[in-house]
T-cell receptor
C-alpha cells in the first residue's frame, strides 16, 4: 500500500531533550517536506527536500534540522526542543521535483514539549 | 512574504445548506490545490487547478480558479455530515519550491 509513515505518533518530552521524528514513504517520491499545524495558522512548511542530499528551508525552519540521506526517509530533528515547538507535525511527499504536485501526507505526530 | 488567506475561518451550517470557502493569495499562483482534513486526520488531496478561470466539479463540490490566478473558491452544494472537516487551499511559493497553505476553513455540519 502506498503510504507515508511517521513515528512516533504521539510524544511528550521536556525542554532541551533532543528528539527525532521519522518519516518514510514507499512511493519513490522525490519531494518530501515537513509541516507544523497550529490552531488558526494552518499548515506551515518547516523544511523541504527536492531529492537526496538536497534540502531547503520552508517558512518556519528555526529550531529544526532535517536530513535526506535516502530517498525514502526524511527525519525531522529537534536538537533542543522548546515549548513553542509543541504542535502537530505532518510529513508529506510528492512525486516530482517541485511543489506543484499532489502532496501525500503522513498520519501526523502530536508533540508536546514541557 | 507570500501569504495565502482563507475566509471564513469557521462556518457552521445545517445539513442540506450550501457552503463556500474563499482563498486569496498575495501573489499570482501557477496552480492551486485543495485539501480536506477530517477531524483527527491528515490533509488529503482533493483537486488541482491550473488554468485561469478554470472550474472543476467533483459531485457536490465545485472548485474555481480566478481569472487573475490569485484567488480560488470551493463551493459545496447541499452539505452532508460527511463534509465536516477543515478545507485548505495551497499554492507554490513563487520562485521557490515551497508550498504555501492557506489558513483553512473549518466546516461544521449540524444534522
Amino acid at each position: 500500500e502506498a503510504q507515508v509513515t511517521q513515528n512516533p505518533r504521539y510524544l511528550i518530552t521536556v525542554t532541551g531533550k533532543k528528539l527525532t521524528v521519522t518519516c518514510s514513504q514507499n512511493m519513490n517520491h522525490e519531494y518530501m517536506s515537513w509541516y507544523r499545524q497550529d490552531p488558526g495558522l494552518g499548515l506551515r512548511q518547516i523544511y523541504y527536500s527536492m531529492n537526496v542530499e538536497v534540502t531547503d528551508k520552508g517558512d518556519v525552519p528555526e529550531g529544526y534540522k532535517v536530513s535526506r540521506k535516502e530517498k525514502r526517509n526524511f527525519p525531522l530533528i529537534l536538537e533542543s526542543p522548546s515549548p513553542n515547538q509543541t504542535s502537530l507535525y505532518f510529513c508529506a511527499s510528492s512525486l516530482r521535483q517541485g511543489a506543484v504536485n499532489t502532496q501525500y501526507f503522513g498520519p501526523g505526530t502530536r508533540l508536546t514539549v514541557l | 512574504g507570500q501569504q495565502v488567506m482563507q475566509i471564513p475561518q469557521y462556518q457552521h451550517v445545517q445539513e442540506g445548506e450550501d457552503f463556500t470557502t474563499y482563498c486569496n493569495s498575495s501573489t499570482t499562483l501557477s496552480n492551486i490545490q485543495w485539501y480536506k482534513q477530517r477531524p483527527g486526520g491528515h490533509p488529503v488531496f482533493l483537486i488541482q487547478l491550473v488554468k485561469s478561470g478554470e472550474v472543476k466539479k467533483q459531485k457536490r463540490l465545485t472548485f474555481q480558479f480566478g481569472e487573475a490566478k490569485k484567488n480560488s473558491s470551493l463551493h459545496i452544494t447541499a452539505t452532508q455530515t460527511t463534509d465536516v472537516g477543515t478545507y485548505f487551499c495551497a499554492g507554490p511559493g513563487g520562485a521557490t519550491n515551497k508550498l504555501i497553505f492557506g489558513t483553512g476553513t473549518l466546516l461544521a455540519v449540524q444534522p
